[in-house]
Structures are given as C-alpha cells and as structure tokens.
C-alpha cells in the first residue's frame, strides 16, 4: 500500500503565498503522475495540477501563472508552490499519486488525507 502525506496548509491574506508537500511512503515500486486536487465545501473535487515522471505538467486555468508543481523522485515528493492566493482558492487540498505498490502489479491512485487552505479577503 502506498500512503500520502500532506503538509503546508494554513491561514494567509490574499496575495500571499504558501507551498504545499506530499511525500509518498509504504510500498512503492514505482510512481508515474503526481497531483494536487482542491475541494471546497459543497463542491466537487477539482484538479488543481499534474506532474508526469518526465516532468510534463498540467493546470487547471484558473491556476495557471500562479502555482507551480514540481517533484523530487529521490524523495516521493510533490510539491505546490502557490503564488498570488486569492480568496477562491480556498480549499482541501489533496495529494494524488498514481503508483504500483509492487513489481508486476498495476497502477492505482493514491490520494492523500488532505490539507486545508484558507485565504482571507
């Protein structure tokens, strides 16, 4: 089984800043796409950023310009540097790992307990 940690939630102003972590543990053979997932109260889990093995990434638009993904594979990490937070961006946010726990077996999605992200007006 592969777990997800997040850490480096909190409370910031608009404008501000913060940078999210998700160190994967447990048994892991290997891990291809790693992501950051939001939801607010009374809405549907969004996707929020995906970074591939080889680096190629993906936002959501109203992300785009102002948070950066990236990964250190040595470590399992993922990492969430958001910029310019608006108030709309609060949320939990979720870590997502596509990985396969074992050499032979498939690959499952992972996610994370979650952080909560509150940007105040």
């Known amino acids: 089984q592969v777990q997800l940690a997040e850490s480096g939630g909190g409370l910031v102003q608009a404008g501000g800043s913060l940078r999210l972590s998700c160190a994967a543990s447990?048994?892991?053979?290997?891990?291809?796409?790693m992501g950051w997932y939001r939801q607010a109260p009374g809405n549907q889990r969004d996707l929020v950023a995906v970074i591939e093995n080889g680096g190629n990434t993906n936002y959501a638009t109203s992300v785009k310009g102002r948070f950066t993904i990236s990964r250190d594979n040595a470590k399992n990490t993922v990492y969430l540097q958001m910029n310019s937070l608006k108030p709309e961006d609060t949320a939990v946010y979720y870590c997502?790992?596509?990985?396969?726990?074992?050499?032979?077996?498939?690959?499952?999605?992972?996610w994370g307990q979650g952080t909560q992200v509150t940007v105040s007006s």
């Open positions: 997502n790992a596509n990985a396969s726990p074992y050499s032979g077996t498939g690959y499952y999605y992972y």
């Open positions: 447990g048994s892991i053979f290997s891990i291809n796409a």
